[in-house]
């Protein structure tokens, strides 16, 4: 069983250290690199934090790229819900359990997990705040032994989050009722330096917030008066706010740190830029 009082943003590394050997707990390793997909399970099989399970981005954390008519949903789309539910049985996980998500890239991959779990329900999982160094830093140690645990029974839940799709988004284009976050870099935002997708821009109307203006020069995340301050000079309402980036990823890390500033309701567009610049007829905007 967890604790009365689950963590649900955010763990540090000294909180993750006292609860590390809690039968009620997973940890996930969710390290990735999206120009070399082997290298987050190199890394994991190098080193990890004890007990942790090893998260794929794209074999468990993503579903299938092509919807049912051909169409592209997006570089990492949302994985199909039973999918999802049978990955994290895998793993251990059941209703009560305490969930820690990290990574080595500032939460980008474990904000991923994190917005999952919300998604069907689960509130109990937080991300190791300042990663895999933070960890480090502390004295704490790694290990190469992989675990085997039993599986979990976790259930789906009424979902945590929202989200929305092309059509909802190419809709706001006209009645402009939300307001669409990018979390991309800046230059990819204004269309330059694209390496990933095959076109540059961004969605008319968007606004840019690089995720990692989330974080500290320690890697840490800001404090949540700070993030709603910065926050609220972007969106006025979170309910009526989109998240957004490349393939639906760093965008949860923006969701992420509006629930550490207390706004709450804005939702993920899943398919992102990936999946929005791959119609030819949806219009793309470039500049600042």
Not at 12 to 37: E, F, K, T, Y
Not at 72 to 78: I, S, T, V
Request: proline share 6%; charged share 15%.
């Amino acid at each position: 069983m967890s604790q009365a009082h689950p963590y649900t943003t955010l763990i540090s590394a000294a909180n993750l250290q006292q609860n590390a050997q809690n039968p009620g707990w997973v940890i996930i390793d969710c390290r990735h690199d999206l120009m070399d997909p082997a290298a987050g399970r190199s890394a994991y099989d190098a080193g990890h934090i004890a007990g942790a399970r090893f998260a794929s981005l794209d074999q468990d954390l993503s579903g299938a790229k092509q919807a049912a008519d051909g169409s592209f949903k997006g570089r990492h789309p949302l994985p199909a819900q039973d999918a999802l539910i049978a990955t994290l049985r895998r793993w251990g996980i059941s209703d009560d359990t305490q969930v820690v998500a990290y990574d080595a890239q500032g939460g980008m991959y474990a904000a991923r997990l994190w917005w999952l779990l919300r998604s069907i329900g689960h509130a109990s999982v937080a991300v190791l705040d300042g990663g895999l160094a933070a960890w480090q830093a502390a004295g704490q140690g790694l290990t190469t032994a992989e675990p085997a645990p039993a599986p979990g029974s976790i259930s789906v839940k009424p979902p945590l989050t929202a989200s929305v799709n092309a059509h909802d988004i190419l809709s706001n284009l006209t009645n402009l009722r939300r307001t669409i976050v990018d979390a991309r870099a800046p230059d990819r935002f204004r269309g330059e330096n694209e390496t990933i997708d095959p076109v540059g821009g961004h969605i008319p109307g968007a606004k840019n917030r690089f995720f990692k203006d989330n974080l500290q020069a320690d890697g840490r995340f800001k404090p949540g008066h700070q993030l709603h301050e910065e926050f609220g000079a972007l969106i006025s309402e979170p309910q009526t706010a989109v998240m957004q980036c490349g393939s639906g990823v760093t965008a949860c890390h923006n969701l992420l740190a509006l629930e550490i500033a207390g706004l709450h309701g804005a939702a993920l567009y899943p398919g992102s830029w990936s999946e929005w610049c791959a119609d030819a007829t949806r219009p793309v905007a470039r500049g600042a």
